[in-house]
């Protein structure tokens, strides 16, 4: 088993575990001979730990965020029916109040002593010291609440609903006092309430809906007294502490800000190129683009708008020129690539905020920084690549944010953090000696890291195309000679470098990026596959091309994922979707095809083999998979399935056979397999 991240589609493993021991003298070459593993990989791997796991985290999207009063608690609810406590200065949890459904309404009384949830057909009160349930009532009139706020006095409950109507309740008994019908959309379509809060005094509720935008309502009689120019799709809408100013997230046509006496546009907050600017009336810059957001709101002075966008970002702005003061980055987004932010918050004091995302996390940021409050053991992005070194004891993490961490894999503790990439990090690979560690970005190059001190040995500039698409070594035992600390890196022409960033070959380039390299054993030979659907061999010693197969064909729309060597050094095995084929290394004669369809409903994406051959661990596509497989080589059967819970991008064994490293979307490591084994 070598060091490098294996990246292959699970078509590979069939073939795959005969790659890593050689054939059985009783079996024809390339054919698994059938002995399947000597232990069992369900007890084997049946403890999961998780690496860097952010503390503030729902179980399912956050949906809500609310601070206490006095700023010392914030509060967060999600999908997965549960209200959460922290201490807004530690992000220690501090309590659970299970409510049981969906919770899309959260407020927090004004003394700070309670707070109310709202499920889809209930609404209960919590005390927030004990987390007893101190009220539960049905919501009103069979509706199902999407919004919460406290009156003033807190006495009374606001409540928005899915089907077009306010609700004021008694927040004792339940009871409606006032139930408000908001008007329809055009041609009579039923419109629902995104966001309600009281005015200061009392007297007015301050809401929006979809199709009507915000509107300010007369509590004791439901009279509307002011209508903000509607626009399409408001998802969300807050007023400044005096009623004054309101902003409103739209879609369609972005962020507006009105003068809510006067019921007219003010404002519009927009991205040029460069920077966001504010424009007036119907002036508008050139270039200006709207932000697409799902939550806002005003900081205590009326002076900066937080806005949540729909690429994973908090941004946040002067209102009065539209100066963008901060973009806070951190929140990663969902296996299917959406970035919302349903909610933000902002501290009583105004200095930092809160935010909600779907991506099942709770942010607290310092605003003077635009850093997190709480630090985090771990990345603020999702992962895209890990990697474990030679001797089972350290595993490699990176991806979304740009930083590389180095785990203990005995005790979980993170050892170092390698902080200088300024994209995200696509793969790593150990050296064969696991002294050294290379990393590859996006758009930045490569670097080459001291493992044992954490320092930046090399940097090494961009070798031909802004897309790395893989990194390997030679696998172990390294070559002998200087060929042991070269390693090839997948640019659109892949390119041969030692540790010192010198050049020894630029191979041909193929018709598309890279996708997959791999080094045969001894160094001197290499294979790659790119999205021109080919597999090309390349003579190291000459950069000279050996031959090219075609592994795909030209009607079929997917292209090769991964290649890897066998050990003995005799054939290759190339991964295609749910396809995978295995080739002679001297000739490129295609031995067999192996079709991965019945074991998969869609198109696989990560696999590596254990040690020993009998069996690999594969997951579905990147981005999509809670769970990973083990598989029997020779058979093909589902051996165990380690539930991971969460979505994840890449995966390695340790060369020991110990543990089962996944990098994980949410920015956390899984790591399968009892330390003390």
Same mark, same amino acid.
């Given at each position: ?343 933000? #918050?902002?501290?009583? /004091? *105004? $200095?930092?905020?809160? @935010?909600?995302?779907? =991506?099942?996390? +709770? %942010?607290? &940021? !310092? ?61 790593? #690979?150990?050296?064969? /000696? *696991? $002294?050294?560690?290379? @990393?590859?970005?996006? =758009?930045?190059? +490569? %670097?080459? &890291? !001291? ?227």
């Amino acid at each position: 088993m070598t060091a490098t991240v294996v990246r292959k589609s699970l078509a590979a493993a069939l073939a795959a575990a005969a790659l890593a021991v050689g054939p059985s003298p009783a079996t024809d070459a390339g054919e698994p001979s059938g002995e399947g593993p000597k232990t069992d990989p369900a007890a084997r791997y049946a403890q999961r730990r998780v690496l860097g796991s952010t503390r503030l985290k729902h179980g399912g999207a956050a949906l809500r965020v609310a601070y206490t009063p006095d700023g010392k608690h914030c509060l967060s609810s999600g999908s997965d029916g549960l209200v959460k406590v922290w201490d807004a200065r530690t992000g220690d949890l501090v309590r659970e109040l299970r409510h049981g459904d969906i919770i899309r309404g959260l407020a927090v009384s004004p003394d700070g002593e309670r707070c109310a949830a709202s499920g889809s057909e209930r609404i209960a009160v919590y005390r927030l010291a004990t987390g007893e349930r101190l009220r539960a009532f049905a919501a009103p009139a069979g509706a199902s609440p999407t919004s919460l706020a406290f009156s003033p006095d807190g006495a009374r409950l606001a409540c928005g609903t899915y089907e077009g109507t306010l609700h004021v309740l008694d927040e004792a008994t339940g009871e409606a006092i006032r139930t408000i019908a908001l008007p329809p959309g055009q041609g009579g379509q039923k419109t629902w309430a995104r966001s309600v809060a009281f005015s200061a005094d009392g007297t007015k509720l301050f809401a929006s809906d979809l199709f009507n935008g915000a509107c300010v309502y007369r509590v004791s009689d439901g009279e509307r007294l002011a209508a903000l120019p509607s626009q399409a799709f408001v998802q969300d809408a807050a007023f400044t502490p005096d009623g004054g100013r309101c902003v409103t997230a739209s879609e369609s046509v972005g962020l507006h800000i009105f003068d809510v006496a006067e019921g007219r546009r003010i404002g519009r907050l927009t991205t040029p190129a460069p920077g966001s600017s504010l424009t007036i009336g119907d002036e508008a810059f050139d270039g200006a683009r709207p932000i697409k957001a799902h939550a806002v709101a005003w900081s205590p002075d009326g002076r900066l708008v937080l806005v949540g966008d729909d690429e994973a970002r908090l941004r946040l702005f002067e209102a009065a020129g539209g100066r963008e003061v901060a973009t806070l980055v951190g929140h990663a987004r969902t296996s299917s690539g959406e970035g919302e932010i349903p909610d933000v #918050a902002f501290a009583p /004091d *105004g $200095k930092s905020c809160a @935010s909600a995302s779907s =991506d099942g996390t +709770v %942010r607290l &940021w !310092d605003l003077e920084t635009g850093l997190p409050l709480v630090r985090i053991d771990g990345h603020t992005g999702g992962l895209k690549a890990v990697a474990v070194s030679p001797d089972s004891r350290t595993c490699a993490s990176a991806g979304a944010d740009g930083t590389i961490r180095l785990w203990d894999l005995a005790t979980g503790d993170p050892v170092r953090v390698l902080r200088r990439h300024e994209s995200p990090v696509r793969a790593l #690979a150990f050296s064969p /000696d *696991g $002294k050294a560690l290379v @990393s590859v970005s996006w =758009d930045d190059g +490569v %670097r080459v &890291w !001291d493992v044992a001190t954490g320092k930046l040995a090399r940097a090494i500039a961009d070798k031909g195309s802004w897309f790395v698409g893989d990194v390997a070594f030679a696998p172990v035992p390294a070559p002998a000679g200087p060929a042991g600390d070269r390693f090839l890196v997948g640019y659109a022409r892949p390119v041969l470098l030692d540790l010192e960033g010198k050049e020894h070959a630029r191979l041909e380039g193929p018709a598309g990026s890279v996708t997959g390299v791999a080094i045969a054993p001894g160094g001197k030979r290499a294979v790659v596959v790119s999205e021109d659907k080919t597999a090309r061999a390349f003579d190291l010693e000459t950069g000279k091309e050996l031959y090219r197969v075609a592994v795909v064909k030209e009607d079929e729309r997917f292209y090769p994922t991964s290649v890897s060597i066998s050990q003995d050094g005799r054939r290759f095995l190339v991964a295609c979707c749910f396809r995978s084929q295995l080739h002679d290394l001297e000739t490129g004669k295609l031995i067999r095809a192996y079709d991965e369809k019945p074991h998969h409903e869609q198109a696989a994406g990560r696999v590596v083999v254990l040690p020993g051959g009998a069996a690999f661990a594969g997951a579905d596509t990147p981005g999509t998979a809670t769970g990973i497989g083990i598989f029997d080589v020779a058979t093909g059967k589902l051996l165990a399935r380690l539930e991971n819970g969460v979505p994840c991008n890449d995966l390695a064994v340790s060369p020991d056979g110990r543990f089962v490293v996944v990098a994980n979307r949410d920015s956390t490591v899984s790591v399968f397999g009892a330390p003390g084994e």
